[in-house]
């Protein structure tokens, strides 16, 4: 046996009869308002020692193995594509083999959305007209097909238009559809939240079709074509224009004729969930990151960072006693439109989530042009979607406390919906993590602060063939797997700051908005 692997043994040994300590020493889990992240004693003494253990080097050597995957697979790891399906063989063996209870949930994507002919845009009574395809309503992209007649019903217009844009709020909450008759045709006008929520928010009151009109403001009153990220409404979806919306909205009892002839073709794929045989079971800590690439390249900073990242973290952790439960996902779809994490969300019951104490998210944690951004959880930046949910401040703490020990800098990013903590935080899970920029431009402050290049982006290759293993900063994938290492075993023996969540799903105030990934409309 060589003296390095011994070694290796040692500090396990050493990390598994430190956590054999009464773990009742850890603090119990704060009340809802608690906004204290301090750790005990215990507590961050043991994620020291674990991100001791948490190396980048190892990190490295399955980033290789996802590259040497892509490489076999026509370059790229995207979903639905043999080198997703490979990724995911990777990680599997090595959680399963380090003692997991390992399992899969299935995730649905698009794979391809086509309209066979024309949509079609009718008013019935108590005129009869027909509107021209494109120049008074497109289709929406993608939308379901289906030919219905029904009366329209209004929801909640700023008629007229206000002079400034996005101030109408139609259809962005649950309670706009509040007399909704299920079956008729939503108008639904354009405004401050996405499309995608309107339409989301129309289908669960009933609605047979939707009808999308532009604001009205000058530059803001012809129909566009948008991909709204969302293939399951089950009815047909177009946007007019203003003038076609006004006029529909104009007279009680408006019937119109909708017909969209479009298909979408589903593909079927995976997410990986990777649960501890240790720890309270009601007391879940969860850690993900998205698996797959976009189909341009090999995605080994986008994010085969974060991915390799936490599979380490999980090794080094699989055999302690942890008194809280770790849970390790690898979601599929993120570049789709979070799509795993979103479907995984959807589908646990309000108990499951209850049990979900807080969620880590960690989506480029080794850009060559790095800044190490915290998710911002108490706004402090006041910037964007405002605060995560309660608890999430403190995440946000225990990162910027492994952080300032070390002297390193660190700033924080907004809770922006451009990755897979959304579906968290829209259910009112606490949420934190660590990204390290995509496509954005470095300023002259940050490199003074960060070092680099400023003016450059952070990563030059988001979203690129070039996103490959020589992508990435070995400095930063160091550094940030460490910090991962610690913030994970932390909270696996100390969810001080973090409220409970059956107390908080009583007295939970409302989620912030979600914002759809990757630009959505709205």
Not at 181 to 187: D, F, Q, S
């Amino acid at each position: 046996m060589r003296l390095t692997s011994r070694r290796g043994m040692v500090r396990a040994a050493t990390l598994v009869t430190a956590v054999a300590l009464p773990l009742a020493l850890a603090a119990p889990a704060a009340t809802a308002g608690t906004a204290a992240p301090a750790a005990t004693g215990v507590s961050d003494v043991l994620a020291e020692a674990l991100a001791h253990l948490v190396k980048g080097k190892n990190v490295k050597k399955h980033l290789d193995a996802l590259q040497s995957i892509a490489d076999a697979n026509g370059g790229t790891r995207a979903v639905g594509t043999p080198g997703y399906d490979a990724s995911l063989a990777y990680i599997r063996d090595k959680v399963t083999r380090a003692g997991y209870k390992v399992s899969t949930t299935d995730v649905e994507f698009p794979v391809k959305w086509e309209e066979f002919s024309p949509s079609v845009l009718q008013q019935v009574s108590p005129d009869a007209k027909t509107y021209a395809n494109p120049t008074d309503f497109v289709t929406v992209t993608p939308s379901g097909g289906g030919d219905v007649t029904a009366q329209i019903q209004v929801v909640d217009p700023v008629v007229p238009p206000a002079p400034v844009p996005n101030t109408s709020t139609a259809g962005c909450e649950s309670s706009d559809f509040t007399g909704f008759v299920p079956g008729r045709i939503a108008l639904i006008q354009r405004g401050t939240c996405a499309f995608i929520d309107k339409a989301l928010n129309a289908k669960a009151a009933g609605a047979a079709g939707v009808i999308f009109f532009n604001e009205g403001q000058p530059g803001r009153t012809d129909p566009f074509e948008f991909d709204i990220r969302e293939w399951r409404f089950g009815f047909p979806v177009v946007i007019a224009s203003t003038a076609v919306g006004l006029d529909l909205a104009d007279s009680p009892g408006t019937v119109v004729h909708l017909k969209v002839d479009a298909k979408t073709t589903v593909g079927h794929a995976k997410n990986l969930i990777a649960e501890s045989r240790l720890g309270a079971a009601g007391e879940v800590v969860m850690a993900g990151a998205h698996l797959d690439s976009v189909p341009e390249g090999p995605g080994i900073n986008d994010n085969g960072s974060g991915s390799a990242a936490i599979l380490e973290t999980a090794l080094k952790m699989a055999h302690l006693p942890t008194k809280n439960r770790l849970r390790f996902a690898w979601w599929a779809g993120e570049e789709l439109g979070l799509l795993g994490s979103d479907q995984y969300v959807a589908g646990l019951s309000q108990a499951e989530r209850d049990r979900i104490r807080l969620y880590l998210n960690f989506d480029m944690v080794a850009s060559p042009n790095d800044v190490t951004f915290l998710y911002d959880g108490d706004d402090s930046d006041a910037e964007g979607s405002g605060p995560g949910p309660d608890g999430s401040a403190g995440i946000e703490k225990v990162f910027e406390r492994y952080y300032g020990k070390r002297g390193l800098p660190f700033k924080g990013t907004d809770f922006d919906g451009r990755s897979d903590y959304g579906a968290f935080i829209a259910n009112g899970i606490p949420s934190g993590g660590i990204f390290t920029g995509a496509e954005g431009i470095k300023t002259a402050e940050e490199a003074a602060l960060f070092g680099g290049t400023a003016g450059a982006p952070y990563d030059p290759c988001y979203h690129d063939v070039c996103d490959t293993i020589t992508n990435i900063n070995a400095a930063a994938l160091d550094r940030n797997a460490k910090a991962i290492g610690y913030a994970t075993a932390r909270y696996a023996y100390d969810l001080t700051g973090i409220p409970d969540r059956n107390a908080a799903a009583l007295a939970r105030s409302a989620a912030p908005a979600r914002i759809p990934a990757h630009g959505a409309a709205s």
